[in-house]
């Protein structure tokens, strides 16, 4: 079964700092997709970047990157001059097509930018 | 541009009523639908997800029901609630790009409290 791993259950940044949110994953698969989705207290869900498994660029939106480790199984995000909208729940999220179009989701990480 | 609808927002139930709660989607045609339930402060849990008209795959036993009547709706149903149904419901959908890329996006979601 897939597994995806978010170990950091609460995390803080200062304002303009950088940040960085741990994912691994586990997963025989090959070919498969990568998100991260923000839950800002809005509690709607906005898909934040999205990784394809046989792309070794990793991705980037503006302020947020990746790093994809493939090989170790890791999905990082990382935030660059945080802001405080930035403020919210971040889940990580894996999809096979092999897998029937089943979502795996994290368990989140909440994140708070301190002005 | 595609759109996702949730009603209603907001819910407050006894324990023992029904239960409907629909998600429809415009702008897109076969995609695939899912239910989720997110309870306070917790991570994802999917609930149903459906890849065409009438098929409903579950992903965990409870007292919930789900149905697909139309390509683009999907309606979670109870007979009768209980008090553990009570959390936040998302609707999400996906579709395969051209590109390969399966993306999932959320509707705003429905808070149901059982009393």
């Known amino acids: 079964a897939q597994t995806v791993t978010q170990s950091q259950p609460e995390m803080s940044v200062q304002e303009a700092e950088t940040v960085t949110l741990s994912c691994t994953y586990d997963?025989?698969?090959?070919?498969?997709?990568l998100f991260w989705y923000k839950q800002p207290p809005s509690r709607q869900m906005i898909l934040v970047i999205r990784?394809?498994?046989?792309?070794?660029q990793n991705a980037t939106e503006n302020r947020f990157s990746v790093n994809f480790q493939k090989a170790a199984k890791s999905f990082s995000l990382k935030i660059s001059d945080s802001q405080l909208g930035d403020t919210a729940m971040y889940f990580c999220?894996?999809?096979?097509?092999?897998?029937?179009?089943?979502?795996?989701f994290g368990t989140g990480t909440s994140l708070t930018v301190i002005p | 541009s595609q759109t996702i609808h949730q009603w209603p927002a907001t819910l407050v139930q006894p324990v023992g009523s029904p239960l409907s709660l629909e998600c429809t989607v415009e702008?897109?045609?076969?995609?695939?639908l899912y239910w989720y339930r997110q309870a306070a402060g917790r991570g994802l849990q999917l609930l149903f997800y459906s890849v065409g008209i009438g098929q409903i795959s579950s992903e965990v036993p409870q007292n919930l029901s789900a149905s697909r009547p139309q390509d683009r709706q999907f309606i979670l149903s109870s007979k009768k609630l209980l008090l553990s149904d009570s959390g936040f419901y998302l609707c999400a959908w996906s579709v395969l790009r051209t590109s390969g890329v399966n993306e999932q996006f959320f509707g705003p979601g429905t808070r149901l409290t059982v009393l």
């Open positions: 702008g897109t045609s076969n995609p695939n």
């Open positions: 999220a894996w999809v096979s097509p092999n897998t029937g179009n089943q979502f795996y």
């Open positions: 997963t025989s698969e090959s070919n498969y997709y």
């Open positions: 990784q394809e498994a046989y792309k070794q």
